[in-house]
């Protein structure tokens, strides 16, 4: 069995689900508010995308985004976390059935604005 077939990555979402850390293939905090892990050929799993700070998750998906990325949301994903579709073009956005997306409106007005021009025009409709 490959390392990246459907059962390995199943259950290593699970895995870290649970809080178990993960192994030399990838990292569990990607970043604030957000757990998954790096998978072969630069995909980023995310697993538990809570939300967290815009601008760090805005710079984190860009970075990514530069390097060729890709995203595997296949699990819940929601406020800042979402901003990955302001970041990653779309044919590199995979979204698992077992996905859950969040969007709303900021804490403060500045916020609900940055989230807001975070989001391609399609997003936003």
């Not at 569990?28 to 998750?57: A, F, K, L, P, W």
């Not at 710079?59 to 990514?64: E, F, I, K, S, T």
């Not at 976390?81 to 990653?88: A, H, N, S």
């Not at 590199?92 to 391609?120: D, E, N, Q, V």
């Amino acid at each position: 069995m490959r390392r990246d077939s459907a059962p390995w990555t199943v259950s290593f979402i699970f895995a870290l689900a649970w809080g178990v850390t993960a192994s030399a293939q990838g990292q569990v905090d990607i970043t604030h508010g957000m757990s998954g892990y790096q998978g072969q050929n630069g995909r980023i799993i995310v697993v538990n995308g809570t939300g967290g700070n815009i601008e760090q998750h805005n710079a984190m998906w860009r970075d990514h985004a530069r390097r060729g990325g890709s995203v595997r949301i296949a699990g819940v994903c929601r406020s800042a976390c979402t901003l990955v579709f302001g970041q990653i073009e779309r044919g590199r956005i995979c979204i698992a059935p077992s996905a859950r997306l969040g969007f709303h409106l900021g804490t403060t007005g500045k916020a609900s604005g940055m989230m807001w021009h975070g989001y391609p025009e399609d997003v936003r409709a």
